[in-house]
């Protein structure tokens, strides 16, 4: 079946840094954007990033700009999000979302990767 | 991109009809097509509801639709149920950037 299963996450004192990732399976995955979304505790969902089916597009939430790099191996099958200068607020739940074709919406999630910040 | 502003709650009881609003700016609400809402039950991923301001995906129930008048959209739910109680968030993408609403919590009565 359709499926992303997230890795990665765990504590990490602020200023270090950490890489997630996100294994797909169930659909071509060459043929998709991806993007991250997180959740701190009790909050909202927040976009992170999005990189184009190929690789040759990213771009990211004014947040996590020039810390955060999102990057793909298709002949893996997937997708990573690379972390860096971390800060308690980066604390959340990570997600992995693909995009559905032509409609800038996100028809499958991931289970999610905790991600938490502390000295 | 500043997050869409969306109502913190919502309550009806089962039968009713209710409505969440998603209020945004002429630069993404009210520009884009790409307009979204995703449910999430408490310690689940979201699920996709809406697409394209009022298109439903396979297996989504008739009972949820969606609408956008100016800079405001809107998910209505019609006979609400029990398993209906959940966060609901709306979406918007403009210049390939995603932002969403800060999320209402459904409250069935």
Same mark, same amino acid.
């Given at each position: 079946?359709?499926?992303?299963?997230?890795?990665?996450?765990?504590?990490?004192q602020?200023?270090?840094?950490?890489?997630l990732s996100?294994?797909?399976?169930?659909?071509?995955?060459?043929?998709?954007?991806?993007?991250?979304?997180?959740q701190?505790?009790g909050k909202?969902?927040?976009?992170?990033?999005?990189?184009?089916?190929?690789?040759?597009?990213k771009?990211?939430?004014?947040?996590?700009?020039g810390?955060?790099?999102?990057?793909?191996?298709?002949?893996k099958?997937?997708?990573y999000?690379?972390?860096?200068?971390l800060?308690?607020?980066?604390?959340?739940?990570?997600?992995?979302?693909?995009?559905?074709?032509?409609?800038a919406a996100f028809d499958?999630?991931?289970?999610?990767t905790?991600?938490?910040?502390?000295? | 991109q500043?997050?869409l502003?969306?109502?913190?709650?919502?309550?009806?009881?089962?039968?009713?009809?209710?409505?969440?609003?998603?209020?945004?700016?002429s630069?993404d609400?009210?520009?884009?097509?790409?307009? %979204?809402?995703? &449910?999430?039950?408490?310690?689940?991923?979201?699920?996709?509801m809406? =697409?394209?301001v /009022? #298109?439903?995906?396979? +297996?989504v129930s008739?009972r949820?639709?969606?609408?956008?008048?100016?800079?405001?959209?809107s998910?209505?739910? %019609?006979?609400? &149920?029990?398993e209906?109680?959940?966060n609901?968030?709306?979406s918007? =993408?403009?210049? /390939? #950037?995603?932002?969403? +609403?800060?999320g209402?919590?459904?409250?069935?009565?």
């Amino acid at each position: 079946q359709v499926q992303l299963v997230e890795s990665g996450g765990g504590v990490v004192q602020p200023g270090r840094s950490l890489r997630l990732s996100c294994a797909a399976s169930g659909f071509t995955f060459s043929d998709y954007g991806l993007h991250w979304v997180r959740q701190a505790p009790g909050k909202g969902l927040e976009w992170v990033a999005v990189i184009s089916y190929d690789g040759s597009n990213k771009y990211y939430a004014d947040s996590v700009k020039g810390r955060v790099t999102i990057s793909r191996d298709n002949s893996k099958n997937t997708l990573y999000l690379q972390m860096n200068s971390l800060r308690a607020e980066d604390t959340a739940v990570y997600y992995c979302a693909k995009e559905a074709y032509g409609v800038a919406a996100f028809d499958i999630w991931g289970q999610g990767t905790v991600v938490t910040v502390s000295s | 991109q500043s997050a869409l502003t969306q109502p913190a709650s919502v309550s009806g009881s089962p039968g009713q009809s209710i409505t969440i609003s998603c209020t945004g700016t002429s630069s993404d609400v009210g520009f884009s097509y790409y307009l %979204s809402w995703y &449910q999430q039950h408490p310690g689940k991923a979201p699920k996709l509801m809406i =697409y394209h301001v /009022s #298109k439903r995906p396979s +297996g989504v129930s008739n009972r949820f639709s969606g609408s956008k008048s100016g800079n405001t959209a809107s998910l209505t739910i %019609s006979g609400l &149920q029990a398993e209906d109680e959940a966060n609901y968030y709306c979406s918007s =993408y403009t210049s /390939s #950037k995603t932002v969403f +609403g800060g999320g209402t919590k459904v409250t069935v009565l």
